[in-house]
Antibody, heavy 116, light 109 residues
Framework: QVQLVESGGALVKPGGSLRLSCAAS????????MAWVRQAPGKGLEWVSY???????YYVDAVRGRFTISRDNAKNSLYLELDSLRAEDTATYYC??????????WGQGTLVTVSS | SYVLTQHPSVSVAPGQTATITCGGE??????VHWYQQKPRQAPVLVVY???ERPLGIPERFSGSNSGNTATLTISRVEAGDEADFYC????????????FGGGTKLTVL
């Protein structure tokens, strides 16, 4: 059974940094593309980034240059480094497995709040 | 960039059929995926590749896609179906690669 557990969300000041983690289990992590999707309070879903099984990385324009996705296949873990945070980055961040160009399993999310 | 348009809300009585649409230019040429998100929960994939259901999703959930509109249909609606529904497409030739619709709130009367 696929399990994804995010951690690392916190209250951070504008311009600050944060590292989110996602611990994966129940599947062969190294075989899967993985992604981060976020949801601002009361708003819809927004894809943030994904990383291929071989390590290629892709980002939405709003975070490109500020966020960095990475993975550690030995630890079955996915990460998202958030730098130069802005108020508009406030959201619940979900880790998800990528199936056939969809997100077939999701974690419970971790809340990032950017505020002074 | 590519845009997916959903009506903000749909209401239906229990036992009736709910139709949730997702509009996009020539969306019929793309694979569309649908997610259900209940309050304070993570999204769940309910339909993928236009009309396929993941294991564990009831047959009451079905999808279609043609022209400029993709449709999620929920038959025999139950109170527990009340949720937000999002459509999604993936096109690596676009920027961004992944697009979500704005979401539709399904209210069961």
């Amino acid at each position: 059974q696929v399990q994804l557990v995010e951690s690392g969300g916190a209250l951070v000041k504008p311009g600050g940094s944060l590292r989110l983690s996602c611990a994966a289990s129940g599947f062969t992590f190294s075989d899967y593309y993985m992604a981060w999707v976020r949801q601002a309070p009361g708003k819809g879903l927004e894809w943030v980034s994904y990383i291929s099984s071989s390590g290629s990385r892709y980002y939405v324009d709003a975070v490109r240059g500020r966020f960095t996705i990475s993975r550690d296949n030995a630890k079955n873990s996915l990460y998202l480094e958030l730098d130069s945070l802005r108020a508009e980055d406030t959201a619940t961040y979900y880790c998800a497995t990528v199936g056939g160009y969809n997100f077939d399993s999701w974690g419970q999310g971790t809340l990032v709040t950017v505020s002074s | 960039s590519y845009v997916l348009t959903q009506h903000p809300s749909v209401s239906v009585a229990p036992g009736q059929t709910a139709t949730i649409t997702c509009g996009g230019e020539r969306i019929g040429t793309k694979n569309v995926h649908w997610y259900q998100q209940k309050p304070r929960q993570a999204p769940v994939l309910v339909v993928y590749d236009d009309s396929e259901r993941p294991l564990g999703i009831p047959e009451r959930f079905s999808g279609s896609n043609s022209g400029n509109t993709a449709t999620l249909t929920i038959s025999r609606v139950e109170a527990g179906d009340e949720a937000d529904f999002y459509c999604q497409v993936w096109d690596s030739s676009n920027d961004p690669h992944v697009i979500f619709g704005g979401g539709t709130k399904l209210t069961v009367l």
